[in-house]
């Protein structure tokens, strides 16, 4: 089992949608969690980070936490075509400063 | 621009050959992180430092890469005798390293690295 798994894509959605993005993680000791965009041949930007169970708001984006589900989530209301990159999740344990990260799921976001 | 830099941002050579590529942090970070993304894949940890000492390397870094970071500023990493399946992007990272688990990692471009 991967540490960090989200689905490859690419997940579809038209201008204006809404955009689901899904990541879960094996490591119950995770304590941080962060989104990262990455446009292709480009390096990762940061988008969201939550550390708590629930839901964080930023803008257009939402990121959602279920530590008992070892579950999170990011939401992309009102997508646009530029949204379209390859989302990646990241983990991080109490105790250990790497960041892992799942392979990450391109978005389309088509006009 | 105050973010992080890296240095060269391509770099092509052939097979055995010796790479240095460098790393300057964001002003004031203390901890500088090294990662490598191949394609279709998220970025793979490599080592970190805290200031000048090197406080974790994974297994991904063999005997063949080196990295240091000396007066704990500007870091560099090498690869001797590179084999193709170095080929990768080489991207650091560096975070204030106050102490606190909620501490955010931002990146550099990157270094792609072809070997032929």
């Known amino acids: 089992q991967k540490e960090v798994e989200q689905n490859s894509g690419p997940l579809s959605v038209p201008e204006g949608a809404i955009a689901s993005l899904n990541c879960t993680y094996s490591?119950?000791?995770?304590?941080?969690f962060f989104w990262y965009r990455q446009y292709s041949g480009k390096s990762p930007e940061l988008i969201m980070s939550i550390y708590s169970n629930g839901d964080k708001e930023d803008g257009r984006f939402t990121a959602q936490l279920n530590k008992a589900s070892q579950y999170v989530s990011l939401l992309i209301r009102d997508s646009q075509p530029s949204d379209s990159a390859t989302y990646l999740c990241?983990?991080?344990?109490?105790?250990?400063?790497?960041?892992?990260f799942g392979t990450g799921t391109r978005l389309l976001v088509s006009p | 621009d105050t973010g992080v830099s890296q240095d060269p941002r391509h770099k092509i050579t052939k097979r055995g050959q010796n790479v240095t590529f460098r790393c300057d942090p964001i002003s004031e970070h203390n901890r500088l992180y090294w990662y490598r993304q191949t394609l279709g894949q998220g970025p793979e940890f490599l080592t970190y430092f805290q200031n000048e000492a090197q406080l974790e390397k994974s297994r991904l870094l063999s005997d063949r890469f080196s990295a240091e970071r000396p007066k704990g500023s500007f870091s560099t990493l090498e690869i001797q005798r590179t084999e193709q399946g170095d080929s990768a992007m080489y991207l650091c990272a560096s975070s204030p390293g106050g102490g606190s688990y909620q501490e955010t990692q931002y990146f550099g471009p990157g270094t792609r690295l072809l070997v032929l």
């Open positions: 490591d119950r000791g995770s304590q941080s």
């Open positions: 990241a983990v991080n344990n109490t105790g250990f400063q790497k960041l892992v």
